[in-house]
């Protein structure tokens, strides 16, 4: 029966490669879906789990997405307000700063932060933004500059490098999995909104998007390029104690009421809302492509039992079991789903690598292409369960009759 099923599908040789062109599409799809779905919930967890600890504030009343504006790029901040929260007895000066944050590239994704986000940070507090992320190249930390003349520096996330690449003054190529990548080399000069700034590291890159985006440079020089000396966007703060997180928020909170504070809590539970809403729209995307390769199997076998009446009869009329016939309808729809998932899974590599470029790097996994391919391939086998049926239901008399 096996023969039998191959040899038909090789009979109908355009239907059969449409068919198998049709249900790879939709293998693509879901394994596509469900990669970056699973890149966009592992980043924002890494996000949330650098920020352990640490309390955001920033202008009350901004919402995006999530239900916060997270980077918070809108917020404003008096410069003044900022050093008399920061000079609460229960702040640790050393673990906390004021921030700014601006845009410099639109997202690449619609959950994500900028391609490029401006970051001015006070000098010696670098680590409280990075958390413990090391260099890939060069430095993490800005070089005392003791009044030197020259560009200020900046320390940028290889997603940022990249971005400036093609007006950096020099440039690098690193080895990746996708092929080489152009990053603005260390010791070359970059424009941000007509300043100047020499790139002094590149952060490295397992970390996560928020950083893989950071163009971070001191907190004055920021506040000149965005205009605005007197104030910045937003403040790390994080207690003294860790028991001292909560009440340092109610304080916060109730002394100055224009301010928002948002905990690591909040930001994780802000994230899963994010997460839930994101979800609900690709389960919709990818159950969908397992509805049409399913209906897409059923169609094509259906249409398969009904031109083959004649033969199944023959079959029936010389001996061949119901169990036989059932057999040779479901090896049919089994080799759709084997040659379509071969083409499903090496498409879902090339979309995603044109899609994502360097960024799809370490996203393939061969978990979710194997779960991909079994669960398109049972719902269809489910799927031609019914033209299988009406196929074993053909009487030999009757079918004998068709000419």
């Not at 320390?155 to 950096?168: K, M, N, Q, T």
């Not at 605005?228 to 703060?237: D, E, N, Q, W």
């Not at 998932?341 to 590599?349: A, E, F, Q, T, Y």
Request: negative net charge.
């Amino acid at each position: 029966m096996f023969t039998l099923a191959v040899q038909q599908l090789l009979t109908k040789k355009l239907r059969s490669a449409l068919t198998v062109l049709g249900f790879g599409v939709c293998v693509n799809l879901y394994i596509v879906v469900t990669t970056v779905m699973r890149f966009i919930t592992d980043d924002l967890d890494l996000q949330v789990q650098r920020f352990t600890g640490v309390l955001f504030v920033q202008s009350r009343g901004l919402a995006g997405l999530s239900g916060i504006e997270w980077p918070p790029i809108s917020s404003t901040i008096s410069v003044e307000e900022a050093d008399q929260v920061l000079d609460d007895p229960a702040v640790d000066q050393a673990r906390s700063t004021k921030i700014s944050f601006a845009a410099l590239a639109p997202p690449p994704y619609p959950t994500a932060p900028p391609e490029a986000l401006l970051v001015g940070i006070e000098e010696g507090k670098e680590d409280v933004f990075l958390n413990g992320a090391t260099p890939a190249a060069g430095r993490c930390d800005f070089p005392t500059r003791n009044g030197a003349e020259g560009a200020p520096p900046a320390i940028l996330g290889v997603l940022a490098a990249r971005h400036f690449a093609p007006v950096a003054s020099m440039t690098t190529e690193v080895p990746s999995p996708v092929g080489p990548i152009e990053l603005a080399a260390l010791g070359s000069t970059i424009s941000v909104r007509g300043q100047e700034f020499e790139v002094q590291g590149i952060i490295e890159p397992e970390t996560n998007q928020l950083l893989r985006s950071a163009v971070m440079v001191p907190l004055p020089d920021a506040q000149c390029v965005l205009q605005s000396p007197r104030s910045v966007t937003a403040m790390l703060v994080s207690p003294k104690r860790a028991s001292d997180i909560e009440p340092l928020q109610t304080t916060i909170e109730s002394s100055h009421a224009e301010l928002m504070v948002i905990s690591d809590k909040q930001l994780a539970e802000n994230a899963r809302k994010l997460l839930d809403r994101v979800n609900q729209l690709f389960d919709v995307v990818r159950w969908t492509s397992v509805s049409v390769a399913a209906l897409l199997i059923a169609i094509v076998m259906f249409v398969s039992v009904l031109e083959r009446t004649r033969e199944l009869g023959t079959l029936r009329a010389i001996g061949a079991s119901r169990r036989s016939l059932l057999s040779l309808i479901l090896s049919e729809s089994a080799g759709f789903a084997l040659a379509g998932s071969l083409v499903g899974v090496p498409m879902s590599r090339i979309v995603i690598r044109q899609a994502l470029g360097s960024d799809a790097v370490g996203l393939r996994s061969r978990k979710i292409e194997w779960g991909a391919a079994g669960i398109l391939s049972v719902c269809s086998m489910i799927a031609a369960l019914m033209p299988a049926y009406r196929a074993v239901q053909v009487d030999p008399i009757i079918a004998l009759r068709y000419e």
